[in-house]
């Protein structure tokens, strides 16, 4: 599981009926770094720091841009639905708070 930030959504026009019901988020994994400087508000290019490559993100949650979310990827993604659905990364849930502790 990754930690990530919302910064946009995709709109499809048409898509399988396994993945109906749900939108599609694009989110920015954060590494310790990004987490870091996301929570302690850092701005400009100071904040850009430990951010990865974009990617989308079935939610079932209703993440808004700017919201943090822990998400899964690979075969984790489409494990808990019975069946199976075909994503690359799901939105397990919306971090309301965060606290990062400095490291020793």
Do not use: N, Q
């Amino acid at each position: 599981m990754r930690i990530g930030e919302v910064i946009g959504r995709v709109t499809l026009s048409r898509a399988h009926s396994s993945v109906m019901g749900a939108t599609w988020r694009i989110a920015v994994p954060l590494s310790w770094t990004g987490v870091d400087r996301t929570v302690r508000g850092a701005s400009g290019g100071d904040r850009m720091a430990g951010r990865g490559e974009p990617l989308v993100v079935y939610d079932e949650w209703g993440a808004s841009p700017g919201a943090l979310i822990a998400f899964s990827e690979g075969a984790e993604a489409g494990a808990p639905f019975d069946p199976p659905k075909p994503l690359d990364a799901y939105c397990v849930g919306i971090l309301d708070a965060l606290s990062v502790l400095p490291s020793p």
